[in-house]
């Protein structure tokens, strides 16, 4: 897997998006396991909101608050805290339903024409910008996004009373179309009742950015009254990839002894196995963290994100080579995933053969590019080849993906001096150059 890189968790990747300001950063959860259960999760319910399953991503941000938003027509992102605090399918559906709406909708088009473009590095780290600010970093963090202090623009993520209410209708339409329990919108609205009685510091971001109502919860009990349970098939599977995207959050962000004592909780013996490897690896526990995710493989022989975490343990106890080979056997099972590749370009590097690693890691950019950690190790693979240009590009790209558009302008700015002029990597170089000095300009403004 690639929970990978120490910041505040042992032993978990976290892409950090954060805002050179000292307040409060957005932190991506980084991880090819659980984005690939949520995305199972996630599916009918997209089709049904006539989006693609294949380009609307589902993250995961490293926050215990309960929350969900959209900030882009491409990603749906949700609080780790919201996830855990879930005991089924059906109310991550019911959230993932109400996110879709305000896609479908066209909720967010017209706020995206305040901050550019969020499917670049520098779009992506502004929007953040934007939402770190929302959700409690103050009107510097949205200055540095978008360029005002206007009411409108520090109110981004606010939706209207209207816009909830429709997208409350067209998610319990969605749900039904997919088969799924409405009483799981439901059940997603009892965990913040009593929240809008707070004060506004003490509110959960999504009662801020939701507003609540009684006319709101009435309906939805309406509705869950009126459609019942739902009848799907599928049901049982979508509740299996829930419990592994929860077990695998869990496992990385909760005391391994919590992890240890809840395993024969997991409702599945693989995914039993693969917390209980994830908590032994952290406690130090090598050769037992590998016995138990061997047991994980022999029961599922061709999943590639079991994998990817005994790579990931092979990786972080020294073994290079071992975990280059496993991770290459993930890749082989699951060849188009980006985070995968980026776990074995890493473990290509550390093994000491750039030569590989650095068409991997390429090829996991090009896949997905919000994977700070990805980029940072590309950033090596190029400067290790003697292709100082794409070094500074990609380092440039990297700080821009975490709101630190200044640093980003730095090295974009030596990039565009070492590339080819009107090369695609001279343009990306010029995209970047050109998001920092727009920043700059709004900070001497202030």
Known sequence: MTFHTLTRVASILIVSLALALPARAVTLLRDADMEYALAQVAAPVLKAAGLSAARTK?????DSSLNAFVISNDAIYIHSGLISRMDRAAMLQAVIAHEAAHIANGHITRRMTNIGNARTAAGLGQALAVLAAAAGAGEGAVAIGIG???????????????EESAADQSGVRYLRSAGIDVTGM???????????ALSESRQDPYVRSHPLSRDRLRAIEGFASAYGTGGAADAAA?????????????????????????????????IALMREAAARHRNSQTRQAI??????????????????????????????????????R??????ND?????????????????????????????????????LRDLSVAYAKSGQRGMASLITAERYALRGRLEDAGIHAKRATGLLAVGSGPWQRAQDVLLASERAEKQRNRR
Do not use: C
């Open 58 to 62: 589902i993250l995961v941000v490293d």
């Open 148 to 162: 005002t202090q206007s009411a409108a623009q520090r109110a981004f993520l606010r939706h209207t009373r209207a």
């Open 186 to 196: 439901l059940d997603v609205f009892r965990l913040f009742r009593g929240q809008e």
């Open 238 to 270: 979508w509740d299996y990839w829930f419990m592994r995207a929860k077990g695998k959050l869990t496992a990385f962000t909760r005391r391994p002894s919590w992890t240890l004592n809840r395993v024969g909780e997991s409702g599945y013996r693989d």
């Open 291 to 328: 016995a138990a995710i061997d047991q994980a493989i022999a029961l599922r022989p061709t999943d590639p994100f079991l994998y990817d975490l005994k790579g990931q343990i092979l990786m972080e106890t020294r073994q290079f080579a071992a975990a280059a080979n496993t991770h290459a």
């Open 330 to 335: 993930a890749v082989q099972l699951r060849p």
């Open 338 to 374: 980006g985070l995968l590749q980026a776990g074995y370009g890493r473990a290509l590097l550390a093994a000491g053969n750039v030569r590989a690693a650095l068409p991997a890691l390429e090829r996991a950019r090009q896949i997905d590019f919000r994977d700070g950690s990805m």
